[in-house]
């Protein structure tokens, strides 16, 4: 899968360049490409964002620069164009999925107090958001969204990983243990030391039962 980053501030995605998603990318499971907006301002001084028109705090995204980077990294429009926003649909594993049987994704990153509307008119397929709380930038978000999606791309994590984790069965996930059998005189279950697979299967479904029920009731309903 191909992913294409838009963004007035490229270096802060240097995240995916380390562990799992940075593997990926060496491997050529997965290609990340991180734009500068900036380059593709017409303006002298490479301005790329301006007054809100009848008032108002804060800055506005200019359209230009964004029109120019998103038509000249997708003339074809092959991509799923991605605008991260708090007004957006909100991102679930079930969207993740979704989004991960496309070829390409394209994702903007808004910045300041908004981006002028035309540019979600005229080029955005969908606006996602992370959850219900307003952030400085559309960064951190396009890196979610990135991470999550890259995870269901072939060969970029054991695709065991994929089979029980939380959200999977609409269950949260049971807890994990490593060595040492007791760290800090708290000792792993026993069930767990005991090869019985059958047994440890119902533990864990169990487990998974009550943490969901304290921590997410709503996903039991
Ligand atoms: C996305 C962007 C939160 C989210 C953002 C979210 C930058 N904050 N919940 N902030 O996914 C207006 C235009 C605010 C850019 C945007």
Redesign the pocket.
Known sequence: MKIDILTLFPETFSYLNESIIGRAQKSGALEINVHDIRNYSTDKHKKCDDYPFGGGAGMVMMPQPVYDAINAIDPRHESIRIF???K?KTLSQGLVCELAKSKNLLILC??????DERIIELCIDLE???????????EL?AMVITDAVSRYVSGVINENSLQEESFSSNLLEYPQYTRPQDFKGVKVPDVLLSGNHAEIEKWRKQKSLEITKKNRPDLLK
Not at 110 to 115: A, F, M, R
Request: proline share 9%; charged share 10%; glycine share 28%.
């Open positions: 991260t926003s708090p957006g808004g910045h300041y107090e908004g981006i996602v958001s992370i959850g219900d709380y307003v952030l400085t930038g559309g978000p």
